[in-house]
C-alpha cells in the first residue's frame, strides 16, 4: 500500500467486526479496500467483505501508519488464507495475526457449509472441503487449537493418502494425536487410529461425514 487509508476507509475498517472482520459500506469504499488489499470480497454469496491480514493492522494502530507485518510474514495474494499442513517455517507458525486469521478463515468456512450443505448443516463439511481434504482438515486443527509441526518443532502434519476422501494425521505425541483425533470429530470429520506396519508408528486417518 503506497499511501494510507483515507478518513472514509479508516471509519470502514474500525467498525470492523473484532470477531470476524466483516466490513460494511458503500460498493465504492469496499471495492477500493479490496484494491489496497485490506479487504477481500468473499466468492460465495453474499459476497461480504472481510478484511486482510494488512487491514487488521491497519485496525490495531489506529491513527497511525499501518504495522509492518513480522520479518519472514508471508504475502499472500489477495489476501488468501493458507492453512498450515506442518512443516512450515516455524516464524509462520503463531502469534496473535496467525490466530486472528485462523478464526476468521474458520468463521468463512463455517458460512460456506451454511450455504452449500443442502440442509444448511454447519456440523459437517461440504462438497467444498471434500474437493480440499489436506488444507481442510488442517484448518479445522489450528481452529481448536491444534499446534502444526514446525520445521524444528513438534505438532501435528497433515498428508494426503491414496484413499479416496481420506487424508493421514501424524503426531509424534500420543497426548497431541489424540487431541487431533477430538478436534476433527468436533469438526465433523470420521476419524480412526491406526498403526504403521514397519515400526508401529500411530497416526489417524480422516474423512469428512457426508451425513
Known amino acids: 500500500m503506497t499511501r494510507p487509508p483515507t478518513a472514509a476507509q479508516r471509519r470502514i475498517i474500525e467498525a470492523a467486526d473484532p470477531e470476524t472482520g466483516r466490513v460494511s459500506g458503500s460498493p465504492a469504499l469496499l471495492a477500493r479496500l479490496v484494491v489496497l488489499k485490506l479487504a477481500f470480497r468473499h466468492p460465495r454469496p453474499p459476497h461480504d467483505h472481510f478484511l486482510t491480514p494488512a487491514g487488521h493492522r491497519v485496525r490495531e494502530a489506529g491513527d497511525g501508519p499501518p504495522a509492518a507485518g513480522p520479518p519472514g510474514e508471508p504475502a499472500a495474494p489477495g489476501g488468501l488464507f493458507a492453512a498450515r499442513l506442518g512443516g512450515e517455517p516455524e516464524a509462520d507458525t503463531g502469534g496473535p495475526a496467525r490466530a486472528r486469521e485462523v478464526r476468521t478463515a474458520w468463521q468463512g468456512l463455517l458460512e460456506i457449509r451454511r450455504m452449500t450443505n443442502p440442509d444448511g448443516a454447519t456440523d459437517r463439511p461440504c462438497a467444498w472441503e471434500r474437493g480440499r481434504l489436506a488444507p481442510s ?75
Open 137 to 211: 482438515a488442517a484448518l479445522a486443527l489450528e481452529a481448536a487449537g491444534c499446534v502444526p509441526a514446525g520445521d524444528s518443532t513438534p505438532g501435528y502434519r497433515v498428508l494426503d493418502t491414496p484413499q479416496p476422501e481420506a487424508v493421514a494425521v501424524r503426531h509424534p505425541e500420543r497426548a497431541g494425536l489424540a487431541a487431533c483425533a477430538a478436534a476433527l470429530h468436533e469438526a465433523g470429520w470420521q476419524v480412526s487410529e491406526h498403526a504403521q506396519a514397519r515400526g508401529g508408528a500411530r497416526y489417524l486417518l480422516a474423512s469428512p461425514r457426508r451425513t
